[in-house]
């Protein structure tokens, strides 16, 4: 338990929480080209079950981000977290929730398996959406490598 409360005072001192960045809890989206389609995106993931949180921790330059459940896999991930950032790009991000005790230690998936997974779920929510709408929202999925640096080196 010892080890749990230090990785969450250093993932949560690392970056702040949404509790303290409300527009990124909101999801407030400028008025680019892409900011226009990451926020029909954000509307769409809304729609298919994710959810806003104030816990999910805000990484440089994100501008909105939602979270889904989903029942555990073999490795006992059982949440998506999408990030939107100022840059356009849209991220996924697979891991334990955070009330879990593996949360800070256990495993997490981002970039390729991330991007591909993210692609999945855009095919199937932006199904019966225009084409090109599909077509410029698959040209926003990226990664960052922010993810691994709220993790605490052991030892430290």
């Given at each position: 338990m010892?080890?749990?409360?230090?990785?969450?005072?250093?993932g949560a001192t690392k970056y702040p929480c949404a509790l303290f960045r409300p527009t990124v809890f909101l999801g407030r989206f400028k008025y680019s080209t892409h900011d226009e389609i990451q926020q029909k995106v954000f509307q769409?993931?809304?729609?298919?079950?994710?959810k806003r949180t104030f816990w999910q921790l805000?990484?440089?330059g994100?501008?909105?981000?939602?979270?889904?459940?989903?029942p555990p896999t073999t490795d006992g991930i059982n949440e998506y977290h999408?990030?939107?950032?100022?840059?356009?790009t849209i991220e996924c991000e697979l891991e334990i929730d955070r009330w879990s005790l593996g949360h800070w230690t256990g495993l997490r998936y981002h970039q390729e398996k991330g991007e591909n997974l993210l692609k999945?779920?855009?095919?199937?929510?932006?199904?019966?959406?225009p084409s090109d709408l599909k077509t410029k929202a698959m040209k926003l999925i990226g990664s960052k490598n922010f993810t691994n640096t709220c993790i605490r080196e052991r030892g430290k």
């Open positions: 010892t080890e749990y409360i230090a990785d969450f005072v250093y769409m993931l809304l729609n298919a079950g994710f805000v990484f440089p994100q501008v909105a981000g939602l979270i889904k459940r989903i999408v990030r939107f950032y100022q840059d356009g999945n779920i855009l095919e199937e929510i932006l199904s019966n959406t």
